[in-house]
């Protein structure tokens, strides 16, 4: 079993569609949970940083952890054409030593105008 | 205020060759991470270095490759003989402190073995 698990889609939305992307994982040493976005051929770029249970808001972009579940989400309200990209959820125990970012597979995003 | 930077962008080795990648993390930032991306996964950990320091390379293969972060210059990563199975995208990541601390990912260098 993976560690974190994420549909890779793809996912098709219209322009202005909320969407909904998820990430379950298995450890329950995860505190620390990040969303990065990445355009095609390009690096990782960070989008929300989220440290345990609960919401977190920026602009058009939600995120939710609940750790009881396990269980990750990222909304994007009013989605735009520039939305479209590939979405990876990321996760950290952060223990000392033990520093590295376990990643989902990614979610292959388009919005249509 | 530059981010992290990689080098080369792309780099094409035929089996057996070396390849020696890049990175200069963001000015201030002592924490370089290496990740692998194979096509259709997602970034894989390899190595976590500090200055002259490797403190977690739990995710290096056995064999043919190292890293390195001298006090002067860029982090290292070094795959020696490299085979077709070698081809991804390799990331590096940097980080100002090591606890609770967000990692900016540079754009990558994409390996392509011959």
């Known amino acids: 079993q993976k560690e974190v698990e994420q549909d890779p889609g793809p996912l098709s939305v219209p322009e202005g569609a909320i969407v909904s992307l998820n990430c379950t994982y298995s450890n329950s040493a995860f505190q620390y949970f990040m969303w990065y976005r990445q355009y095609s051929r390009k690096g990782p770029e960070l989008l929300m940083y989220?440290?345990?249970?609960g919401n977190k808001e920026d602009g058009r972009f939600t995120a939710q952890v609940d750790k009881s579940s396990k269980y990750i989400s990222l909304f994007i309200r009013d989605s735009q054409p520039s939305d479209s990209a590939t979405y990876l959820c990321a996760m950290s125990a952060y223990q000392t030593g033990a520093n590295n970012l376990f990643f989902g597979t990614g979610t292959r995003l388009t919005v249509i105008p | 205020n530059a981010g992290v930077m990689q080098n080369p962008r792309h780099l094409v080795r035929r089996r057996g060759q070396e390849a020696r990648l890049r990175c200069s993390p963001m000015?201030?930032?002592?924490?370089v991470y290496w990740y692998r991306q194979l096509p259709e996964e997602g970034l894989k950990f390899m190595v976590y270095?500090?200055?002259?320091?490797?403190?977690?390379e739990s995710g290096m293969p056995k064999e043919r490759f190292s890293a390195e972060f001298p006090k002067e210059g860029p982090s290292i990563l070094r795959i020696q003989q490299v085979v077709r199975g070698d081809s991804a995208a390799y990331f590096c990541a940097s980080s100002r402190l090591q606890s609770q601390e967000t990692q900016y990912f540079g754009p990558g260098t994409r390996l392509l073995v011959l």
């Open positions: 989220t440290y345990s249970s």
């Open positions: 270095l500090q200055k002259e320091n490797i403190i977690d």
């Open positions: 000015k201030g930032h002592s924490h």
